[in-house]
């Protein structure tokens, strides 16, 4: 179920994302899932988007960095999806879009 959308534009120098967790439908998939270690998963994501104090390390690394970082294929409760290319001249409100599409 998708839970996020994440926006990277190099040429802008911009990482965001935006998250909408629909926690009725998700107990209705797993009525024993852990709910409040999907809303610390989508609160890194956005912390380490958002950079500064929040994402620890992660905060170093430039917006190129810390969107492969996240993109990164792994075993966890929130997983990310596939990485699709595309262009922009307003990553913030095509976040937006992406997630009224993709996830809301």
């Known amino acids: 179920m998708n ?5 990277y534009c ?6 965001g994302c935006r998250t909408h967790l629909d926690e009725r439908r998700l107990l209705a998939l797993d009525p024993s899932l ?4 999907v809303r610390s998963a989508l609160k ?3 912390a380490i988007c958002c ?13 190129g960095a810390r969107f492969r970082w996240l993109t990164a294929p792994r075993s966890t409760i929130v997983q ?12 913030a409100a095509e ?3 992406l997630l009224g599409l993709l996830v809301t």
């Open 3 to 7: 839970v996020g959308v994440v926006v």
């Open 10 to 15: 190099r040429a802008l120098d911009y990482l």
């Open 34 to 37: 852990d709910l409040e270690g």
């Open 44 to 46: 890194g994501v956005d």
């Open 51 to 63: 950079g500064g104090e929040r994402a620890g390390q992660a905060a170093k690394e430039a917006p």
């Open 80 to 91: 990310p999806g596939p990485v699709h290319a595309g262009l922009t001249g307003d990553p």
């Open 95 to 97: 976040l937006d879009r």
